[in-house]
């Protein structure tokens, strides 16, 4: 038989879990260009998720709404890791001897969102490069 005292350990580890799963899934991020012309959201991930085009973009250069939309994105994705960052940190304090493995767990998980972070930044930098020679 499981101690008491263990088994309640372990079901909070396991609702801790839970949790920044639930939280991880739903973790975004938003930017905007400096003149608010464009506004992006990123997952956790990196990944473009929605973008919102005020008006006045229709009256922009290609070029122009290209720089807006990257700047845009770039902030929402660093926005995006700053939020894991801080979900991670918040959950890493408050962890015990007995969450070891969840909290190892969880900043593996946040290395493998860093690098699709960075794997997104890098395809955006090579989209602006590639877009500025066309």
């Not at 639930?22 to 990123?42: H, N, P, W, Y």
């Amino acid at each position: 038989m499981i101690d008491p005292d263990a088994r309640r350990r372990i079901e909070g580890m396991a609702e801790q879990a839970n949790q920044f799963a639930a939280t991880i899934s739903d973790l975004t991020g938003e930017g905007s260009d400096d003149a608010g012309l464009v506004r992006t959201t990123c997952a956790a991930s990196g990944r473009l998720v929605d973008i919102e085009l005020a008006a006045e973009t229709r009256r922009l250069q290609t070029y122009e709404l290209r720089e807006a939309i990257l700047a845009a994105t770039g902030r929402a994705a660093d926005s995006a890791a700053a939020n894991l960052a801080e979900v991670v940190a918040r959950m890493t304090g408050s962890a015990d001897v007995y969450g070891s493995d969840t909290v190892r767990q969880a900043r593996e998980q946040v290395a493998q969102y860093q690098r699709l972070v960075d794997a997104q930044r890098e395809k955006l930098e090579q989209l602006h490069g590639d877009l500025g020679r066309s």
